[in-house]
């Protein structure tokens, strides 16, 4: 069952969907926690990007994170399945040795 809800909010929590301040690891914990226990994480947590914005340093820093975002978006996934490709290559270079 648990495992069902995971793969139902799969694409909302992807490499590509992923935002450090409106999608992130406290929005999926809380996905979670809704599933699991029927309760949200409390406002604390959940509002600690507006608390963030609010402030004259995350206004000026806000800019940075979107852009460290957007890069982290385009850059992880092409990582990944760039480390897939060598992980696989060198273990059928490995293979190819015994032989």
């Known amino acids: 069952m ?14 590509q969907t992923y935002n450090i301040i409106h999608n ?5 914990t809380n996905d979670i926690a809704q599933f699991l226990t ?8 959940m509002k600690q990007h507006e608390e963030l ?3 004259p340093m995350g206004k000026m820093f806000l800019p940075m994170i979107e852009q460290m975002n957007n890069q982290n978006n385009q850059f992880l996934p092409n990582l ?3 480390g897939n490709k060598n992980n696989n290559n060198s273990n059928n270079n490995n293979n190819n040795n015994k032989k």
Do not use: A
Request: include cysteine; proline fraction near 3%; glycine fraction near 6%.
């Open 24 to 28: 992130n690891c406290n929005h999926f």
């Open 80 to 82: 990944i399945e760039g």
């Open 53 to 55: 914005l609010n402030t």
């Open 2 to 15: 648990f495992e069902e809800y995971l793969k139902e909010i799969d694409s909302k929590f992807s490499f």
């Open 38 to 45: 029927g309760q949200e994480l409390p406002n604390y947590i």
